[in-house]
Nanobody, 115 residues
Framework: QVQLVESGGGLVQPGGSLRLSCAASGSIFKSAVMAWYRQAPGKQRELVAAVTRGGTPDYSTSVKGRFTISRDNAKNTVYLQMNSLKPEDTAVYYC?????????WGQGTQVTVSS
């Protein structure tokens, strides 16, 4: 059964950091470009960052320089290190392939940046 499980979200003050993790089943992870997406209240889901199997990252302009995506192929896990967080980063964060597959959307993990 295909499954992606996100974790690591929480409440953090502006300027703080969080590290998100996404554990993927092997059938997804073996050759896929993996990505993090987010959806803020009242907004469309957007791509945040992606990483190839070889580790080459790609970032949206809004997070470039603040977020770092990485993956551990041995653990079938993709990470998102988020630094210098801003209130506008508040959203539910999801992992999926790039491009995303509808069957892979999980519950996501809530990130709230507020003082």
């Amino acid at each position: 059964q295909v499954q992606l499980v996100e974790s690591g979200g929480g409440l953090v003050q502006p300027g703080g950091s969080l590290r998100l993790s996404c554990a993927a089943s092997g059938s997804i992870f073996k050759s896929a470009v993996m990505a993090w997406y987010r959806q803020a209240p009242g907004k469309q889901r957007e791509l945040v960052a992606a990483v190839t199997r070889g580790g080459t990252p790609d970032y949206s302009t809004s997070v470039k320089g603040r977020f770092t995506i990485s993956r551990d192929n041995a653990k079938n896990t993709v990470y998102l290190q988020m630094n210098s967080l801003k209130p506008e980063d508040t959203a539910v964060y999801y992992c999926n392939t790039r491009p995303p597959q509808s069957i892979y959307w999980g519950q996501g993990t809530q990130v709230t940046v507020s003082s």
